[in-house]
C-alpha cells in the first residue's frame, strides 16, 4: 500500500472505531530478578528501573545494512528494520507515547518496565474513497464510513550498548462476511503489512530530529542483504538457524513473534526463553489468527484450546539456533513444531 500522505489515523481520533472482538492481549510481563540488566552485550529495556548502566559494546555485525542519519540510524536485515538512538531507554520512552499520541493512537499496554508499548485498534481513514458523495456530506456524517481495517503496533524498546534500538511491528484485521446468507461479520486477521512498519519508523525518525527527506531515503534503502535463517535437519526438536549472535537473534525473534499473532505472556531473557500462547480464534471472542491460522490453514481441529510454547532461543558465536519447546521444556519434535519453525524462517528473511 501507499503510504505518507495516503495514512492518516488521527481524522478518526474524535469518533471511537468500534471495538473489535478481540480479547485483551495478555502480555503483561512480571517485574522480576530475570529482567535486570545482564553481563555483556545488548540488554533488555527492563533495566529502566534499575539505574545499572549499559553493558560492554557488541559489534554490529556486518551483514546487517546500516543508513546512518546523524546520530540516529535505521538498520535493516532482510524484511526487518529497527531504529538505533543514542538515547537512553528513560529519554525516548516518553517521546515514545507522545509520538503514538500524535499520529492518532489510543495507548492499551503501556509497559516501561518490560519495553513494551502497543496501541489500540485503529482505522486508517485515508484508505476512504473520496467520492463525490462522502465529499459532499462526509463532514457531517463521516463516522459511518468504515474501511473494515483496523491497526495496531507494538513497539518494543531495547537497551543497547551505545543506547537504545526499537522495533515497530504492525497487525491487522479485517472485517468479512459470514454465514451462508452473508448476513452478519467478524473480524479477521490480515497479513502484515511491512510498509506502514517503514511509514512509522521513518515517521519515528522525524520525531527524534530527522529531515523528512533523509528519513524516507533511509528506512527505504534497498541494499540490505539477506538474513540467513535455515531449517535445521535431524534434530531431536524443531529447530532453526540464524546467522547472527544471541543480542541480535534475540530481539529479531522477539519482533517475529510480535508480527505472527502469538501473544508473548512472559520472556527470560537469561535463559533465551519466550513463554508464548495462542487461542483458537473460535474461542474467547475470536483472537486474532496469527501462525496455527496458517498451520492448519483455517482447520482448528487439532486444538481446541489455548496452545502454550516455549521458543528458545541459544547463541553460538556468530549464529543462534532457535528451538521450539512444548509448555512443559520439552523439545517439540511433532508436525505442529516443524511447521513453527517453517513460518519463523519466512519472517526472519
Given at each position: 500500500m501507499a503510504t505518507g500522505e495516503k495514512v492518516d489515523y488521527r481524522s478518526s481520533a474524535s469518533t471511537k472505531a468500534p471495538m473489535l472482538d478481540v480479547p485483551p492481549d495478555l502480555t503483561q510481563l512480571a517485574r522480576d530478578s530475570?529482567?535486570?540488566?545482564?553481563?555483556?552485550?545488548?540488554v533488555s529495556a527492563a533495566a529502566f528501573q534499575s539505574g545499572t548502566p549499559a553493558a560492554a559494546a557488541t559489534p554490529v555485525a556486518s551483514t546487517v545494512a546500516v543508513r546512518s542519519v546523524g546520530d540516529v540510524r535505521i538498520e535493516r536485515m532482510g524484511n526487518q528494520r529497527w531504529l538505533s538512538t543514542p538515547l537512553t531507554p528513560e529519554q525516548l520512552w516518553p517521546l515514545l507515547q507522545a509520538f503514538w499520541k500524535e499520529n492518532g493512537f489510543t495507548l492499551s499496554v503501556d509497559q516501561a518496565a518490560s519495553g513494551v508499548m502497543e496501541t489500540d485498534w485503529a482505522e486508517n481513514r485515508a484508505k476512504l474513497p473520496n467520492d463525490f458523495i462522502r465529499s459532499t456530506i462526509g463532514r457531517v456524517f463521516d463516522s459511518l464510513y468504515s474501511t473494515g481495517e483496523r491497526d495496531r503496533f507494538r513497539t518494543r524498546v531495547e537497551r543497547s550498548a551505545t543506547g537504545t534500538e526499537v522495533y515497530i511491528s504492525h497487525r491487522g484485521m479485517i472485517e468479512v462476511y459470514r454465514g451462508q446468507t452473508k448476513d452478519m461479520t467478524g473480524w479477521e486477521a490480515r497479513p502484515t503489512d511491512l510498509q506502514l512498519e517503514a511509514e512509522f519508523l521513518s515517521r519515528l525518525l522525524q520525531k527524534l530530529g530527522v529531515k523528512q527527506e533523509q528519513a524516507k531515503a533511509a528506512v527505504a534503502d534497498p541494499t540490505a542483504p539477506p538474513a540467513r535463517a535455515r531449517v535445521l535437519q535431524g534434530q531431536p526438536q524443531a529447530a532453526l538457524q540464524i546467522d547472527d549472535n544471541?543480542?541480535?537473534?534475540?530481539?529479531?525473534?522477539?519482533?517475529?513473534?510480535?508480527?505472527?499473532?502469538?501473544?508473548?505472556?512472559?520472556?527470560?531473557?537469561?535463559?533465551?526463553?519466550?513463554?508464548?500462547?495462542?487461542?483458537?480464534?473460535?474461542?474467547?471472542?475470536?483472537?486474532?489468527?496469527?501462525?496455527?491460522a496458517k498451520l492448519f490453514s483455517g482447520d482448528t481441529s487439532e486444538f481446541t484450546g489455548p496452545e502454550r510454547y516455549r521458543v528458545a532461543v541459544k547463541g553460538e558465536g556468530e549464529n543462534s539456533t532457535v528451538s521450539v519447546l512444548n509448555a512443559q521444556g520439552a523439545p517439540e519434535a511433532g508436525a505442529a513444531g516443524q511447521r513453527i519453525v517453517a513460518l519463523l524462517v519466512e519472517e526472519l528473511k
Open positions: 530475570r529482567y535486570q540488566t545482564q553481563q555483556g552485550g545488548v544471541f543480542e541480535r537473534a534475540w530481539r529479531r525473534v522477539g519482533l517475529a513473534l510480535d508480527r505472527s499473532g502469538f501473544t508473548v505472556e512472559d520472556r527470560d531473557r537469561g535463559q533465551g526463553v519466550y513463554f508464548v500462547r495462542y487461542v483458537d480464534p473460535a474461542m474467547a471472542g475470536r483472537e486474532a489468527p496469527g501462525f496455527f
